[in-house]
């Protein structure tokens, strides 16, 4: 469903309670005490047909015999009672529901599916939401709701706690309350029936009184909703994650490589890493995390330099950079040279810097300073050990006073107890981090560092392939369909070749024989050495049985190599269907490096992209990483960046390094074929060969199956991110003959967009931003053109090239039309601005018609607005299309204005 009426289940002004007990220790007799004894102000109504009172107050024997509707029911009943029990609350004009009771499809069963479906058809047409079922509740402290069976209720804080598991809850709650850790919300999800994850990171993203949202995740659905509201609460408050069950084996044989290196939780992977979440993998890392990231320090790049008074503990630290995927700094000369001015001779002349353990105070703050003015660190650790000859408070103040601790972000890590409390209480003091051990510390360090890669990625909007590069996937598609005719699974590997070829990624020439004769007439036309391998639709790995010779020089050893291979192949493999052999021309590419890339589809997420060293061993080398499509080229090389193996793709002594940029665009035209091509399920390039000159792929497995008209149709609908629309880029003429073209907008409209904002009058700012300011700053910039278009539209409008001479419209971004909607998808908001100077050409109102039409077309059934009084154009722009305009009781500044698309584009 939506965001409706979620503020009833966490605001409710007054709660009945069904199926309350007096039976100890029952579920119901702990609710009743939780929901009595939390402090909610308002009441609560216990209903149950046998017992007089429940906790001191009177029951009510029926929900119709309740003196009000109440905002929220709380039901703990048999499974069979509550579809009826929902029908007559939503009869009532109860809005939300919190069923505890389990029995409604867990594991699949048919009669709890059924039961689950009856309660939902029964809450529709009320507009009634419900939490659950199969869950443990809901607490909300700074409201006195505790309308669950925990036994230790939350302190008040500003952390939100989300769980699948009610067990997990309870767990962290126990575990929290000691720690003097409080909470705003604490949410047990249950099965999910309704109210899902998405809808409770739209809710808390919006709630002032949660700083960060924490989530236990085992599975989500609604992926693309998923996807959208996490980008959405993660660009304005910290989502840190914990995924339940990573090694669960896959339920589905996967037969290609890369079925067998994605598994579902690297998919989940990719997706938390694409939505600018972080995640971690204990409670206790949750926390520290959670505490991290709420000190507001922000990390430049992942590049450390440990400061130490113990060389034992610095290498410890360096270990643990190294194990997480960090890099140790490396100091430059000018700061190696400030050291050895400042240290005594035996320091350690390098990174961890380790500044013996007599360090005193000010050894401490010199070494600080030259760190912080060192150009190649992103953040300095400083480490303290104690000793009987130096004190570590007097350290610890030496860092507090430090002028420079401030240039760059600074953890610390005191270690001891006795001797160093007072040392860490005054870091506490000072807002500087503070860790028992130098590896919590760099723990610490890297949630700083992924967090900052996934709010990268978070704004990353691919934009479309230029005409220039846009594949002519119609010669793919009929690569496929023929296959599918056939009721084949997997393309020959001339057939996945030929795919490829139509996205524009470079193969090796093949060529297929049905006889060793032809394959040795292959060999006079081709250039050798060659390669000859067993062709056949039912191996889809050629070396297992032998399939794949090499560096054959002539036809006679071609005709010799294909006539062994077909009758070996046909031993091993007798109900294998075998074709032929096919002839290529062996690659000569000394030095290039083996790669594996491929596509997986995950049942939920859609398709993935899969990078990674390659050849015949890669389910043993086991380096690959994964990212959900579309992508840019930023994100293609972050993903390449995930690999062990990509360190030598960057060069390695003698050897130069890769193309790079070839290999990210490879990983983009990946990505178009797998959103464009919804038939392939699987795919392997293996190996993919890079060097210094390109890329070239020598082998091809695709895995192919039937799909329904819709989704052949609209294969991006599968995607969790959705791509850039490109159906929405048009052209048209003003009413002066000024031709303009109009699409979405791209990340890389950032600078048009400031500059629109630029020639904006001071009284045009005002009137469309309510601000002054004479510049959009580059954040703001970058909000407003990374955008997700699942959520978000905004058409921008361009002179087109070729318009006439005499054109007052110049160069660059004309005007923008802009909706954001609602988590519901049914209201969204608008906005639009028109470059002052072109303001009274017509421009406003064909950007909004345009607008209105794509809300129509959407579904929206409001876009809604508020306009300064007095903005006359505006006003009279929306009476001209046929706005509702009123005046809001709160705001007699502005006019609020409303339409129905559907109206507007019928007038």
Known sequence: MSLRNLDRLFKPRSIAMIGASKRANSVGSVIARNLFHAGFDGPILPVHPEHKAIEGVLTYNAIAELPVAPDLAVIATPPDSVPGLIGELGQRGTKAAVVISAGFGEGGHAEGMARRQAMLDAARPHNLRILGPNCLGVMVPSSGLDASFARVPPLRGRLAFVAQSGAIVTTLLDWAKPRGIGFSHVVSMGDMADVDFGDMLDYLAMDSATRAILLYIEAVKETRKFMSAARAAARIKPVIVIKGGRHEASAKAATSHTGALAGADRVYEAAFARAGILRVRSLEELAAATETLASGLKVGGDRLAILTNGGGLGVLAADAVIDEGGRLAELAPETIEALNKALPPTWSHGNPIDIIGDANGPRYAAALEALMADPGTDAVLAINCPTAVASPLEAAEAIVESPSRKKRPLLTAWLGEESTAEARSLFSQNRIPS??????????????????????????????????????????????????????????????KAVLEAYGIPVVPTRAAATPEEAAKLATVLRGPFAVKILSPDITHKSDVGGVALNLDGPSDVRRAADMMMKRVAQIEPEARIEGVMVEEMARKSGAVELILGIVDDLQFGPGILFGQGGTAVELHRDTALALPPLTMNLAKQLMAETRIYQLLCGYRNQPPADLDALAGTLIKLAQLATDLAEVRELDINPLLADASGVLALDARIKVAKVEPSVSAKPDERLAIRPYPKELEESFSLLGGEEISLRPIRPEDAPLLKALFARLAPEDRRLRFFTTASELSETMARWLTQIDYNREMALAAFATNGSRQDSELGEGMLGIARIIADADNR???????????LQRHGLGKALMLRLLGYARDRGLTEVWGHVLKENRGMIALAKDLGFTISSPPEDNRVFHIRIEPAKAAAA
Do not use: G, K
């Open 435 to 496: 860790y028992e051990s130098p590896e919590e510390a760099v723990n610490a360090f890297m949630h700083l560092v992924r967090y900052r890669r996934h709010q990268d990625m978070l704004m990353e909007t691919p934009p479309s392939l230029p005409e220039s590069q846009a594949p002519a996937n119609q010669a793919a598609r009929t690569v496929i369909a023929a296959a599918l005719r056939d009721d084949r699974t997997w393309l020959t590997e001339p057939e996945a």
């Open 827 to 837: 209201r969204a908001e608008f906005a639009v601005t028109v470059r002052s100077d």
